[in-house]
């Protein structure tokens, strides 16, 4: 059988697995914005673990994992997944409140590192209580009748559960962020491997043009892809325009210093070495 070469392949690319990447992804899926990907989707997590692995070129991640191992990838300049205030799917919901979370267990899902990193910073160093962390399904969980102290849920499961009736007291995540530090909050960022750009520079950075084209038309075209997103969801119409409107999709400088501050209080904590140097993809002409 003949093997394809790097060359020959179209650039792999992760598709994080969930509704709020909706407007970067319908303008490809759609063929609004052509471009030719292999695209692999999958939770956060998962995508983290293939892009460490170099079975991907170019794809979104968690922001941690970009300072885990800042000298393998770039960032796509202003490209990314945040919110500049409530994000609505990274969620703390709790039976009692936060501040009564001293020495209990959380369920985090296992889909997420960027979130739960935030949310022990958030507890033990603005909040001020030091819980425990288990990981698990929290779906499956809550289905079999169980019911945990508190569980950090992201993504579409969170906007599934966020009114569920037995957690009163929910801490939205981007908007803790916001009053404790004043600045945007960025979950995730799109990256390219250093190895695939020493391949393939200029297919990986026409990969990440073409990104960024898709952007711009999902920014522009919101109440097309909130209809979309509404069909089939818990959300409705309306619901569903909140979601997308109090999301961030830009990197731009105010974005860059609550990433930054992010990367500095992970390292003052331990959780990483230090604070990584942004190093950023040069993209050139972007028409």
Known sequence: MRQTTPSQRPIRLGRIGYLNVLPLHYPLEQGIIPGAFEIVAGPPAELNILMDHGRLDLSGCSSIEYARHPEQYRI????????????????????????????????????????????????????????????????????????????????????????????????????????????????????????????????????????????????????????????????????????FAGLVYDLGEEELLGLRTFYERLAGAGVIPGVPELRFLSLGNLA
């Open 76 to 243: 796509v300049p202003d490209l990314a997944i945040g919110s500049r205030g409530p994000v609505q799917s990274v969620l703390l919901l709790c039976r009692t409140r936060p501040e009564d979370l001293n020495g209990k267990t959380i369920l985090v899902s296992a889909q997420t590192h960027t979130s739960a990193a935030l949310l022990d910073l958030l507890l033990r160093s603005h909040i001020g209580v030091a819980p425990s962390y288990q990981t698990g399904d929290a779906t499956a969980l809550l289905a079999s009748g169980a019911r945990p102290e508190a569980i950090l849920c992201i993504g579409d499961e969170a906007l599934n559960l966020r009114k569920h009736p037995d957690y009163p007291h929910r801490l939205d995540l981007g908007e803790a962020w916001r009053q404790w530090t004043g600045l945007p909050f960025i979950f995730g960022l799109w990256i390219a491997r250093e190895d695939s750009l020493s391949l393939r520079r200029e297919e990986v950075t026409e990969g990440a043009r073409i990104m960024l084209r898709a952007k711009r038309w999902g920014q522009a075209n919101l109440e097309t892809i909130s209809g979309v997103a509404a069909q089939g969801s818990i959300l409705n119409l309306e619901e569903m325009r909140s979601y």
